[in-house]
């Protein structure tokens, strides 16, 4: 089974001419695609994107954010400032009537019980 995540990542000083090679590895290791990368106004030569993907069973967060991170070194060519940050998207709740009647006489119980 796997796990539905949400990567963002900033790339730091991607020389111009290596824009394409770096965008081409991060879409190797994750779902991204050409369209999902910016550019940042502020910070000249730095890249950032968000894309969402699938965690495959028994694979770790963290290894898939190292494994981005060398491939943007190796697109690089050099050492470039990288940030990488994963969201599980499938840690929502959904309330059904029963729960709601449960959770409302739970709070009005310690409402009640509060001096």
């Not at 949400?6 to 081409?24: H, L, Y």
Request: aromatic share 10%; net charge negative; charged share 25%.
């Amino acid at each position: 089974m796997s796990t539905r995540y949400e990567m963002r990542i900033t790339v730091e000083n991607v020389a111009p001419g290596f824009r394409e090679a770096v965008m081409d590895a991060c879409a190797e290791v994750w779902d991204f695609y050409t369209e999902d990368f910016r550019e940042n106004p502020c910070a000249p030569n730095t890249l950032y994107a968000t894309a969402q993907g699938r965690l495959n069973a028994g694979a770790r967060v963290q290894d898939v954010c190292d494994q981005m991170a060398v491939a943007i070194w190796r697109a690089a060519g050099h050492y470039c400032p990288v940030s990488v940050s994963m969201t599980c998207l499938e840690d929502g709740y959904v309330f059904d009537e029963s729960q709601y009647r449960r959770l409302m006489k739970d709070a009005l119980d310690a409402a009640e019980s509060t001096p």
